[in-house]
């Protein structure tokens, strides 16, 4: 069987990507700071901590950034508009600051007081002078390489939450951690998970009402997802609500998870966990006093391995309005009822009030991963309308009456293979959206990538290592051309697409929208570019050194408009996207970008898309490779900026290959053993496709 071209199953590999902890490249921390002629160094002056009333009354202070969506409603609009349509072609670059990782940057700045606060990987969290790009304080959790085996997509992290003088950051180990501001010293650290389970945290944290909300990912490999809450003084647990009920012997934890428990039937997910994890998105709204959590995937994916019963499986691919004080459910909608494709509703939601039918609504607004734009009512959860943002092949459409999605024949891959879009990487993923009041449009991050589906043969639940239940090695089916990406303008209120700027790749940035009738984005090929946020005209680009995928941030400084940006390649399709994304993704440093308006020309334009195509034999080892080392490797054996590329190891390497991959030789790096599931006959194999893939990509 020939593979075709960049092959891999790009596509199973979805949400996901694993256990990557080996051969970071460890640059230093290098703040590359270059500082703003026009303004002038200086200590930040002292001014009110961020308390409740600056939370709920953030969307006033546009100087700063305080909260990850910017406001509680997470619209991540800024009505500055000092860089507007006409003076963007002057913004320039005024510092950028390295972060001296590589691997995914996911995280969206907090600015507070002349003082950004970004995430690395690793958990890494730096604060650094809005003026001048320069470090004041770095706090590494040093978090066990190894834990990255736990994370299914990369070892990101999407930021920190600020209050009354205090940093709170989600750590992958998950643990969450509160450090003084001005200093970086942790002030108190809580483990919010059992660590010997495959638990990990990428989200940022919310704080609303004195109470820190925190979720967490694992439902690829095997968790039961659930929202906790802990005390920001003191670090205490004040409430925790999980998504998907337990074992249904046991008494359960509250009235809604004995509800759901009768819309799983005849399995037994407790044992793998069933996933549902809420690792991502969250949106408060104080007047209701609602906290909004977006729920995941099953684990496993496959429903019928998952509750061969059928059902709804209940809390899953959910959107759940909570109590903040309890943790009490109030509401809840299902965007996928039995998901079977890894269409989780973490992703970004937005609260806006919208004229309907001549009746102002609030809504909440959610474009889940499985390619349907929701806007439902955010006080009942009753649904208002849902159109397909991007291809949707699953289903038909939302039922208006009933409110549930109308599958569509031949996608539950029971019987063989299903070719489904969206995928598990989803119509829009955790890159953020955003919503500018004065276009009314959504912004979306979108991507169009092939999926196909099929059962694992003989699938056995391997603790510690994914179990999906799906078949990863789905090859022959997928070329370069089934992946792209666009950045879409939405009309919520009449649910049409106002404009679309196609890209070549998925996976580009997150997006902010400003008064100035802007939309910045970063791309996946490495530019930085602002549209007119009315028609979707590019008016100014720069290249940023590399990919970006994280969402940018604008803020004021001594009157002066600032846009700032995390820069670093990574995450799931980063991943395992090989060379498809090669060559594309810049020299892989992490950075803080920030740009200002300057006096000087526009640089050029710089795009770089440099596409190899690769076909070759299948092995067997090529079967072994994409199961378990595809994730953290890439794809046919292309490893992204900072991985191993192993069709580069040394002769010795590919002589110890054994000790490595059975003994843990390089468990110091982060490479994980795989003794309990593979084999010295394995490891034949996996060197007799990895040099067939040296000798195709020319590396003899
Ligand atoms: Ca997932």
Same mark, same amino acid.
């Given at each position: 069987?020939?593979?075709?071209? #960049?092959?891999?199953?790009?596509?199973?590999?979805?949400?996901?990507?694993?256990?990557?902890?080996?051969?970071?490249?460890?640059? +230093?921390?290098?703040?590359?700071?270059?500082?703003?002629?026009?303004?002038?160094?200086?200590?930040?002056?002292?001014?009110?901590?961020?308390?409740?009333?600056?939370?709920?009354?953030?969307?006033?202070?546009?100087?700063?950034?305080?909260?990850?969506?910017?406001?509680?409603?997470?619209?991540?609009?800024?009505? #500055?508009?000092?860089?507007?349509?006409?003076?963007?072609?002057?913004?320039?670059?005024?510092?950028?600051?390295?972060?001296?990782?590589?691997?995914?940057?996911?995280?969206?700045?907090?600015?507070?007081?002349?003082?950004?606060?970004?995430?690395?990987?690793?958990?890494?969290?730096?604060?650094?002078?809005?003026?001048?790009?320069?470090?004041?304080?770095?706090?590494?959790?040093?978090?066990?390489?190894?834990?990255?085996?736990?994370? &299914?997509?990369?070892?990101?992290?999407?930021?920190?939450?600020? %209050?009354?003088?205090?940093?709170?950051?989600?750590?992958?180990?998950?643990?969450?951690?509160?450090?003084?501001?001005?200093?970086?010293?942790?002030?108190?650290?809580?483990?919010?998970?059992?660590?010997?389970?495959?638990?990990?945290?990428?989200?940022?944290?919310?704080?609303?009402?004195?109470?820190?909300?925190?979720?967490?990912?694992?439902?690829?490999?095997?968790?039961?997802?659930?929202?906790?809450?802990?005390?920001?003084?003191? /670090?205490?647990?004040?409430?925790?609500?999980?998504?998907?009920?337990?074992?249904?012997?046991?008494?359960?934890? =509250?009235?809604?998870?004995?509800?759901?428990?009768?819309?799983?039937?005849?399995?037994?997910?407790?044992?793998?966990?069933?996933?549902?994890?809420?690792?991502?998105?969250?949106?408060?709204?104080?007047?209701?006093?609602?906290?909004?959590?977006?729920?995941?995937?099953?684990?496993?994916?496959?429903?019928?391995?998952? =509750?061969?019963?059928? +059902?709804?499986?209940?809390?899953?691919?959910?959107?759940?309005?909570?109590?903040?004080?309890?943790?009490?459910?109030?509401?809840?909608?299902?965007?996928?009822?039995?998901?079977?494709?890894?269409?989780?509703?973490?992703?970004?939601?937005?609260?806006?009030?919208?004229?309907?039918?001549?009746?102002?609504?609030?809504?909440?607004?959610? @474009?889940?991963?499985? /390619?349907?734009?929701?806007?439902?009512?955010?006080?009942?959860?009753?649904?208002?309308?849902?159109?397909?943002?991007?291809?949707?092949?699953?289903?038909?459409?939302?039922?208006?009456?009933?409110?549930? $999605?109308?599958?569509?024949?031949?996608?539950?891959?029971?019987?063989?293979?299903?070719?489904?879009? $969206?995928?598990?990487?989803?119509?829009?993923?955790?890159?953020?959206?955003?919503?500018?009041?004065?276009?009314?449009?959504?912004?979306?991050?979108?991507?169009?990538?092939?999926?196909?589906?099929?059962?694992?043969?003989?699938?056995?639940?391997?603790?510690?290592?994914?179990?999906?239940?799906?078949?990863?090695?789905?090859?022959?089916?997928?070329?370069?051309?089934?992946?792209?990406?666009?950045?879409?303008?939405?009309?919520?209120?009449?649910?049409?697409?106002?404009?679309?700027?196609?890209?070549?790749?998925?996976?580009?940035? /997150?997006?902010?929208?400003?008064?100035?009738?802007?939309?910045?984005?970063?791309? =996946?090929?490495?530019?930085?570019?602002?549209?007119?946020?009315?028609?979707?005209?590019?008016?100014?680009?720069?290249?940023?050194?590399?990919?970006?995928?994280?969402?940018?941030?604008?803020?004021?400084?001594?009157?002066?408009?600032?846009?700032?940006?995390?820069?670093?390649?990574?995450? @799931?399709?980063?991943?395992?996207?090989?060379?498809?994304?090669?060559?594309?993704?810049?020299?892989?440093?992490?950075?803080?970008?920030?740009?200002?308006? +300057?006096?000087?020309?526009?640089?050029?334009?710089?795009?770089? #898309?440099?596409?190899?195509?690769?076909?070759?034999?299948?092995?067997?080892?090529?079967?072994?490779?994409?199961? %378990?080392?595809?994730? &953290?490797?890439?794809? @046919?054996?292309?490893?992204?900026?900072?991985?191993?590329?192993?069709?580069?190891?040394?002769?010795?390497?590919?002589?110890?290959?054994?000790?490595?991959?059975?003994?843990?030789?390089?468990?110091?790096?982060?490479?994980?053993?795989?003794?309990?599931?593979?084999?010295?006959?394995?490891?034949?194999?996996?060197?007799?496709?990895?040099?067939?893939?040296?000798?195709?990509?020319?590396?003899?």
């Amino acid at each position: 069987m020939r593979r075709q071209a #960049l092959g891999i199953a790009i596509v199973f590999l979805a949400g996901l990507a694993l256990a990557c902890g080996s051969s970071e490249q460890q640059a +230093g921390t290098k703040p590359g700071a270059t500082p703003n002629g026009a303004t002038a160094a200086g200590a930040p002056s002292e001014s009110e901590v961020v308390d409740d009333a600056r939370l709920r009354g953030a969307d006033a202070e546009v100087g700063e950034w305080l909260t990850t969506g910017r406001t509680y409603s997470e619209q991540r609009y800024s009505p #500055l508009d000092q860089i507007n349509e006409s003076t963007v072609k002057r913004m320039q670059e005024v510092w950028q600051f390295e972060t001296g990782l590589g691997r995914g940057h996911e995280a969206t700045p907090i600015v507070h007081d002349g003082v950004l606060f970004i995430t690395g990987s690793w958990s890494i969290v730096f604060a650094v002078d809005a003026r001048t790009g320069k470090q004041l304080w770095k706090w590494d959790p040093q978090v066990d390489k190894l834990v990255a085996k736990k994370a &299914c997509c990369d070892v990101v992290n999407r930021g920190v939450a600020l %209050y009354k003088g205090r940093v709170y950051v989600g750590v992958l180990d998950g643990r969450l951690v509160a450090l003084d501001e001005k200093t970086g010293v942790p002030v108190w650290q809580m483990v919010t998970v059992d660590q010997s389970l495959p638990y990990t945290i990428t989200g940022a944290p919310r704080v609303v009402d004195g109470k820190v909300i925190i979720g967490n990912g694992g439902a690829e490999l095997g968790v039961r997802g659930y929202v906790s809450a802990y005390d920001a003084e003191s /670090g205490k647990q004040i409430w925790r609500t999980y998504t998907v009920p337990g074992d249904p012997s046991q008494p359960f934890e =509250s009235k809604a998870l004995e509800k759901a428990a009768e819309t799983w039937k005849g399995g037994e997910w407790w044992k793998i966990g069933g996933g549902g994890t809420a690792w991502d998105s969250m949106a408060y709204d104080p007047e209701l006093n609602l906290l909004y959590v977006g729920t995941g995937n099953g684990s496993p994916w496959v429903r019928q391995l998952r =509750s061969p019963g059928g +059902g709804d499986n209940l809390y899953l691919s959910s959107i759940l309005a909570l109590s903040p004080q309890t943790g009490e459910l109030v509401w809840h909608y299902q965007t996928t009822p039995g998901d079977n494709w890894d269409f989780t509703a973490t992703q970004h939601m937005i609260l806006a009030d919208l004229k309907i039918n001549g009746r102002v609504r609030p809504v909440i607004m959610q @474009a889940p991963k499985n /390619g349907f734009f929701y806007v439902l009512d955010r006080k009942t959860g009753e649904l208002i309308s849902a159109e397909k943002y991007v291809e949707v092949t699953w289903a038909d459409r939302v039922d208006k009456g009933t409110g549930r $999605p109308v599958e569509n024949p031949g996608v539950d891959y029971k019987e063989g293979l299903a070719l489904v879009k $969206p995928t598990a990487f989803g119509g829009h993923n955790w890159h953020p959206m955003s919503f500018n009041p004065k276009t009314g449009l959504v912004y979306i991050p979108t991507h169009d990538i092939l999926g196909a589906y099929r059962n694992e043969q003989n699938f056995k639940y391997q603790p510690g290592h994914w179990n999906t239940g799906t078949d990863f090695n789905v090859f022959g089916l997928i070329t370069k051309d089934t992946v792209s990406g666009a950045l879409v303008a939405w009309d919520p209120v009449n649910q049409k697409e106002v404009w679309r700027h196609p890209y070549a790749l998925p996976w580009n940035g /997150g997006l902010l929208s400003t008064g100035g009738n802007l939309v910045f984005q970063g791309t =996946s090929d490495g530019r930085f570019v602002a549209y007119r946020a009315s028609d979707g005209e590019q008016m100014w680009e720069q290249h940023a050194g590399t990919s970006i995928i994280a969402a940018p941030v604008t803020y004021l400084l001594d009157g002066k408009q600032y846009v700032s940006v995390v820069a670093g390649w990574g995450g @799931a399709f980063g991943l395992v996207s090989g060379d498809v994304s090669k060559g594309s993704a810049g020299d892989g440093k992490g950075r803080l970008l920030t740009y200002a308006l +300057g006096t000087g020309e526009p640089p050029a334009p710089q795009v770089v #898309l440099d596409r190899i195509t690769a076909p070759g034999e299948v092995y067997d080892g090529e079967r072994v490779y994409h199961k %378990y080392c595809a994730t &953290c490797h890439g794809g @046919a054996a292309v490893a992204m900026e900072g991985m191993k590329d192993l069709r580069k190891m040394s002769p010795e390497m590919r002589n110890s290959l054994g000790d490595i991959v059975l003994r843990g030789a390089l468990r110091g790096n982060g490479m994980p053993d795989f003794a309990d599931v593979l084999t010295e006959a394995d490891i034949a194999k996996l060197r007799t496709y990895i040099d067939h893939r040296r000798e195709e990509s020319g590396l003899n």
